[in-house]
C-alpha cells in the first residue's frame, strides 16, 4: 500500500466518536462530583434572585425540555447505551413490586422486551447493541427460570407465563428469520416441562367430563411434542 | 470572596473541545467502546480535580493526553491485557444494511487493529498527527522531544504499520 493511501485510510479514523449522550451525561457528572463553592450560603442565595426573571424563565424551559428529552432518551435506549443503566434501574423497581409468583411472568415480559430491541437493532443497525441486548434477554430468561420451579398452581399467573411464552415464541421466530442467533432456551423450555408435569399430576386426582378427558389427552400430546405454551393454555382451558 | 464558576465554564470548554479526541485517542489503543469511556470520563475527572487545584494549564492538550497515556498504562498493568482486538460483534447474514455496513467498518477495524499493535509512541504520533491534526511541533511539546526525532519517529510508525497490515 502506498504511503499516501496508508495516511487517507488512517485518517478516516476521524469517524471515531464518542455517543452524544455518553458524553452529555459524563460532563454533567463529572461537574456534580466535584462541587465547590466559596460563596457563603447568604451569597448564592442572593445570587439567584439577582438573575433576570426572563432568564429563569427561559432556563426553567430549557430544564423542562431537557428533562422531557432526558426521559425520552432513556425509554429508547437499549442494552449497551449509557441511558439503559437508568432504564434498567426502573425496569428493576418494578421487578421488585411482583410478588414471587408474578415473577416469572415479569421475567417473560423483560425477555419479550429484549426481543423487541433486537427488532429495532436490525432496523436501525446498531450492531454495538446486539451482544449486550442478547445477554439481557438470557439473563432474563435464567431469572425467570428460576422462579418458575416455585410457583403454585395458580391459574392467572400461569395465563401470564402462556401469553409471554407464546409471545416469545413468536419473537423468536421472526428475529432468528433476521439471521440474528439469540441461543437456545433450553432451560426455559425445561422449567415449563416441570411445570406442566405438576400441573398433569394435580389433574390426574381430579374427576373430569369427557370433553374434559379429550382434551387433557391433547394436553398430553402436545407436552410430549415439546409444544409447552399450548400444552399450557390446554391445562388452563381445563381448569375453567 | 473566591468564585469557582469561570473555572468550571473554563474547563467546560476544554471538555467539550478535547472529549471527542481523548476518546478517539484511548479507543485506538483499547479497541474496546466500553473500556475507552470508562477512561475517557476518568481523564476529565481527574482533569477538572487538578485543574481546581493549579492557577491555570498551559497546554490543556498535553496535560489530558498525560493523564489519558497513564490511565491506558495502569489499565493494561492491572488488567494483565494484550492488546487485542475485541471482536464483540456477532455476524450478521441479512438484512443488507447491516451487511454493508459490517463490510465498511472491517476495513477501519483492520487499520485500527494494525495500530493498536504498534508501540506506544508510534501509536502516540499516528493518532496525535493524523488524527488530531497537531503539528510536529506540538508533539514534540507533548513527548519532550526534538521535532526531528518526532518526524523520524512518524515516518518509522507508518513504516511499522504498513508491515503490521501486510502481515494480515
Given at each position: 500500500m502506498a504511503e499516501k493511501d496508508l495516511i487517507n485510510k488512517i485518517k478516516e479514523l476521524k469517524n471515531i466518536k464518542p455517543k452524544e449522550d455518553w458524553v452529555f451525561l459524563t460532563k454533567n457528572r463529572i461537574f456534580s462530583e466535584e462541587q465547590q463553592f466559596s460563596l457563603s450560603p447568604f451569597e448564592s442565595f442572593k445570587q439567584l434572585f439577582n438573575l433576570k426573571p426572563a432568564f429563569v424563565i427561559s432556563s426553567l424551559i430549557n430544564v423542562g425540555l431537557v428533562g422531557l428529552t432526558f426521559v425520552f432518551s432513556v425509554?429508547?435506549?437499549?442494552?449497551?447505551?449509557?441511558?439503559?443503566?437508568?432504564?434498567?434501574?426502573?425496569?428493576?423497581?418494578?421487578?421488585?413490586?411482583?410478588?414471587?409468583?408474578?415473577?416469572?411472568?415479569?421475567?417473560?415480559?423483560?425477555?419479550?422486551?429484549?426481543?423487541?430491541?433486537?427488532?429495532?437493532?436490525?432496523?436501525?443497525?446498531?450492531?454495538?447493541?446486539?451482544?449486550?441486548?442478547?445477554?439481557?434477554?438470557?439473563?432474563?430468561?435464567?431469572?425467570?427460570?428460576?422462579?418458575?420451579?416455585?410457583?403454585?398452581?395458580?391459574?392467572?399467573?400461569?395465563?401470564?407465563?402462556?401469553?409471554?411464552?407464546?409471545?416469545?415464541?413468536?419473537?423468536?421466530?421472526?428475529?432468528?428469520?433476521?439471521?440474528?442467533?439469540?441461543?437456545?432456551?433450553?432451560?426455559?423450555?425445561?422449567?415449563?416441562?416441570?411445570?406442566?408435569?405438576?400441573?398433569?399430576?394435580g389433574l390426574e386426582n381430579q374427576i373430569l367430563t369427557e370433553e374434559q378427558e379429550e382434551s387433557l389427552v391433547q394436553v398430553k400430546e402436545d407436552y410430549q411434542a415439546g409444544l409447552y405454551y399450548q400444552a399450557l393454555e390446554g391445562i388452563l382451558f381445563l381448569g375453567q | 470572596m473566591k468564585f469557582f464558576y469561570s473555572k468550571k465554564e473554563e474547563f467546560e470548554k476544554i471538555y467539550d473541545g478535547y472529549v471527542g479526541k481523548i476518546y478517539r485517542f484511548i479507543f485506538v489503543k483499547v479497541s474496546s467502546q466500553e473500556i475507552a469511556e470508562d477512561l475517557t470520563s476518568e481523564v476529565f475527572l481527574r482533569g477538572w480535580k487538578s485543574f481546581q487545584e493549579k492557577k491555570e494549564i498551559e497546554n490543556p492538550?498535553?496535560?489530558?493526553?498525560?493523564?489519558?497515556?497513564?490511565?491506558?498504562?495502569?489499565?493494561?498493568?492491572?488488567?494483565?491485557?494484550?492488546?487485542?482486538?475485541?471482536?464483540?460483534?456477532?455476524?450478521?447474514?441479512?438484512?443488507?444494511?447491516?451487511?454493508?455496513?459490517?463490510?465498511?467498518?472491517?476495513?477501519?477495524?483492520?487499520i485500527q487493529a494494525g495500530i493498536s499493535k504498534l508501540n506506544d509512541n508510534y501509536q502516540n504520533v499516528i493518532i496525535w498527527h493524523y488524527l488530531d491534526e497537531l503539528s510536529i511541533k506540538e508533539i514534540s511539546g507533548i513527548l519532550d522531544k526534538s521535532e526531528g526525532t518526532i518526524r523520524v519517529m512518524l515516518h518509522r510508525a507508518l513504516k511499522s504499520l504498513k508491515k503490521e497490515l501486510n502481515t494480515n
Open positions: 425509554q429508547s435506549s437499549l442494552p449497551g447505551d449509557l441511558l439503559y443503566s437508568v432504564k434498567k434501574i426502573g425496569e428493576d423497581a418494578q421487578l421488585s413490586l411482583s410478588s414471587e409468583t408474578e415473577k416469572p411472568g415479569a421475567y417473560l415480559e423483560l425477555a419479550n422486551k429484549r426481543l423487541e430491541d433486537l427488532d429495532k437493532i436490525a432496523k436501525i443497525n446498531k450492531i454495538e447493541n446486539l451482544v449486550p441486548t442478547i445477554r439481557e434477554f438470557q439473563n432474563s430468561i435464567s431469572k425467570a427460570v428460576e422462579d418458575l420451579n416455585r410457583i403454585e398452581d395458580d391459574s392467572y399467573i400461569i395465563m401470564e407465563i402462556v401469553s409471554q411464552t407464546k409471545k416469545l415464541e413468536e419473537s423468536k421466530q421472526r428475529i432468528e428469520a433476521l439471521g440474528i442467533v439469540i441461543g437456545e432456551t433450553k432451560e426455559l423450555d425445561n422449567a415449563l416441562a416441570q411445570l406442566i408435569e405438576r400441573e398433569l399430576e | 492538550s498535553a496535560f489530558l493526553y498525560q493523564i489519558a497515556r497513564n490511565l491506558i498504562v495502569d489499565h493494561y498493568r492491572e488488567k494483565g491485557k494484550t492488546r487485542l482486538v475485541s471482536v464483540e460483534f456477532l455476524e450478521i447474514v441479512d438484512p443488507d444494511d447491516l451487511e454493508k455496513k459490517a463490510l465498511l467498518s472491517s476495513d477501519l477495524k483492520e
